[in-house]
């Protein structure tokens, strides 16, 4: 019982350290890198990105697997619209509201229908890539800069459809279901520190 709330506990301890400070790095200057660790800096993204993972297993097949593919896919025309300048109103809330709803959908266990799952997490896929668009002009490679961000979102769905495989037991689904609250938590507190 102790290792099925190991995920959580690493979750809340890399959550710790630091406030929610959503897209402190616009302009960022750089390629590969940079672009791989600006999903695993920015809280808001990593733990909406580890919910889609959490919530594709929860439903299972297709959802395990097209939810996490998908969404990169569908980020990627976010971030296109990013590029283009295209503007996106709310973007910072809508990215915020996206760790607390994952978070219920999995905390809950919210079981519908596979498009309805694919049309909440592409509407949020949208906005994750239109912000990360928006930094895309100023770095260093561009195309290298996006790569990254999209293989480490692929790297975090990852991370959480591994996680969600608890589900396949009683306790790895309540610790999986709880980890699914403790995002929404943080969602709820991005989205109080927008309002501040």
């Known amino acids: 019982m102790k290792h099925t709330f190991m995920p959580l506990l690493f979750l809340l301890l890399l959550c710790a350290p630091e406030p929610a400070a959503a897209h402190t790095e616009v302009g960022v200057a750089g390629g590969l890198l940079n672009g791989f660790l600006h999903p695993l800096t920015g809280l808001d993204h990593l733990v909406a990105m580890v919910a889609v993972g959490l919530w594709g297993a929860q439903l299972g097949p ?16 976010g971030g296109l619209l990013g590029i283009a300048g295209v503007p996106l109103p709310w973007t910072e809330l809508v990215i915020a509201a996206s760790a607390l709803v994952l978070g219920v959908a999995v905390a809950v266990a919210l079981r519908v229908p596979f498009w309805a799952a694919a049309i909440i997490a592409g509407i949020f896929a949208v906005f994750h890539g239109y912000a990360h668009g928006l930094e895309l002009p100023g770095a260093a490679n561009p195309l290298a800069y996006g790569i990254g961000f999209v293989v480490a979102t692929g790297m975090l769905h990852a991370s959480g459809i591994l996680i969600g495989l608890l589900t396949r037991w009683r306790t790895g689904a309540q610790a999986v279901r709880l980890l699914g609250a403790g995002i929404a938590g943080l969602g709820g507190m991005f989205l109080m520190s927008l309002a501040s």
């Open 62 to 77: 297709p959802g395990i697997w097209v939810l996490p593919i998908c969404f990169p896919t569908v980020m990627a025309v």
